[in-house]
């Protein structure tokens, strides 16, 4: 499976991306994806995830009503629209792919799945 992220750039605080990762190598729909985000100097963390479906989603605290995660499995893209963004929301953004039974565990650490990640600065 290879995962690609785009659509990383420079915005104002109070102002909106869309990030997309497009996944090949595998049906797409068999598996979960989920966001996370490294600052500088932080660890890596979950933002958000859904289900292979797209029916679920798993946001962490600070984005919720600001972030929304969703998936075309026919398109094998998924998509984080992040509005209202805020400067503590710069950091390097990846997409990442979720083997997953009958649990969908999304705030796991040891997803399968990595995508090279894409940066997202947010200007004061």
């Known amino acids: 499976v290879q995962l690609q992220a785009s659509g990383g750039g420079l915005v104002r605080a109070g102002g909106s991306l869309r990030l997309s990762c497009a996944a090949s190598g595998r049906t797409f729909s068999t598996y979960g994806v989920g966001w996370f985000r490294q600052a500088p100097g932080n660890e890596r963390e979950f933002v958000a995830a859904?289900?292979?479906?797209?029916?679920?989603?798993d946001y962490t605290d600070s984005v919720k009503g600001r972030f929304t995660i969703s998936r075309d499995n026919a398109k094998n893209t998924a998509y984080l629209q992040m509005s209202s963004l805020k400067p503590e929301d710069t950091a390097v953004y990846y997409c990442?792919?979720?083997?997953?039974?009958?649990?969908?565990?999304?705030?796991?650490?040891?997803?399968?799945?990595w995508g090279q990640g894409t940066q997202v600065t947010v200007s004061s």
């Open positions: 859904t289900t292979r479906t797209g029916l679920t989603t």
């Open positions: 990442a792919g979720l083997n997953y039974g009958s649990f969908w565990n999304p705030r796991r650490k040891t997803y399968d799945y």
